[in-house]
């Protein structure tokens, strides 16, 4: 009799506690989601977290680097975040084929002390855009207008970013007997990939007005902001609120008043706390009053007096904010407390609080039009 083999019950192997781990951990695109979701909500730091949590379990994570460089730019660590967008791009080993638009977008706008790389990295991004749209050419199905619509706003945007390092003056380029031509071909580019995009005809206004031609600035002008002037301000389709903070300051290079606070009105029904909005409805006010002294002493059946009081209260909130909000632009503020230096000098002071009528104001504009009635000197350069 042959010897009986002994049956043993098979057990199933119990999982490892780093499977069991894993099993409980949330999914990269969970983690993902709300990373992107804490980063909209401006709570830079989770964010952050969440970010390098993805990164430990996914190291190549192209997303969770946009993210982390995000999160690192916005904390101010901008050398952290430059290292980071950096490995998105050729020649980095890591780096994604093709790599994402929005590292060469941040690395442009991150090379203030090299221009000639802020160009490299608009132009590489450009070129991205312009194979995303002809991919999406030839694959109709895949992609919708507003996409499409997208990309295209996308590339104006990197182009004029490009005519702005050619214009500025802290730059040689703008010495470059080849800065004209190239920014005349850099905004007929951006009019051709996306016709009538205010953006570029913006941008077309600002050099006209360098080469003193204000009646073809003022066209363009015109052009750019009849396209959204009757939005809603939380309209979507309006101009990021920076752009229609530069349209204002063209409008007040042209002495285009009425425009110039039409504009301000919508930003601040979206956004009542936007410091260089009140700074530009105070510098306004400041000089219509100006040249309401200068044409006899009213400008739209407003008296100068009221006018210099206006521009007092915007930029005396102007100020408050800035303070409160910590802000950077120091040359702004400096040059806030400048102008309300000049108003006060002149007796004009705040609207009361509880916003009856006063009249120290006026009287400080009468006392200083008795005594010497000569015009008002103000530089505004």
């Known amino acids: 009799m042959g010897r009986t083999r002994t049956k043993t019950k098979k057990v199933k ?183 009538g995009n205010s953006e570029a005809l913006q941008s077309l206004a600002s050099v006209r007005l360098s080469q003193q031609r204000p009646d073809d600035a003022k066209q363009y002008l015109e052009q750019a902001w009849t396209s959204w002037k009757d939005f809603e301000a939380d309209d979507s389709r309006l101009p990021p609120i920076p752009t229609r903070l530069a349209l204002v300051r063209l409008f007040l290079e042209l002495s285009l008043f009425t425009p110039a606070l039409l504009v301000l009105q919508g930003i601040m029904a979206f956004d009542d706390q936007e410091v260089e909005a009140w700074y530009l409805e105070g510098w306004c006010f400041f000089l219509m009053a100006e040249q309401a002294q200068e044409t006899g002493g009213k400008l739209d059946d407003l008296t100068w007096q009221d006018l210099a009081r206006d521009a007092r209260d915007c930029l005396e909130t102007c100020q408050t904010l800035h303070i409160n909000q910590e802000h950077p632009d120091t040359p702004l503020l400096e040059h806030t407390r400048e102008l309300i230096g000049k108003l006060d000098a002149l007796g004009i002071q705040p609207s009361p609080d509880d916003a009856e009528d006063g009249d120290d104001g006026g009287e400080g504009w009468e006392d200083v039009e008795d005594s010497d009635n000569e015009s008002v000197d103000v530089n505004m350069s």
């Open 13 to 195: 192997p119990s999982p490892s506690n780093s499977n069991a781990e894993a099993a409980e951990q949330p999914s990269i695109s969970s983690l993902l989601e709300k990373a992107q979701t804490l980063v909209v909500q401006c709570d830079y730091g989770l964010a952050q977290r969440f970010a390098q949590r993805i990164l430990e379990r996914e190291p190549r994570s192209v997303e969770a680097k946009e993210v982390l460089g995000v999160t690192q730019l916005e904390t101010g660590d901008i050398d952290s975040a430059k290292q980071t967008f950096l490995t998105l791009i050729p020649p980095h080993p890591d780096a994604p084929s093709p790599p994402p638009v929005s590292a060469h977008l941040y690395l442009a706008q991150l090379s203030d002390d090299d221009p000639h790389s802020a160009l490299q990295h608009y132009q590489a991004a450009v070129n991205i855009m312009n194979a995303q749209l002809k991919g999406k050419e030839r694959a109709d199905n895949s992609t919708t207008p507003e996409d499409e619509s997208e990309v295209r706003q996308n590339i104006v945007r990197a182009l004029i970013g490009m005519v702005e390092i050619w214009m500025d003056p802290s730059y040689d380029l703008c010495f470059d007997p080849a800065a004209e031509k190239t920014c005349e071909d850099l905004l007929n580019l951006a009019l051709q990939v996306d016709p």
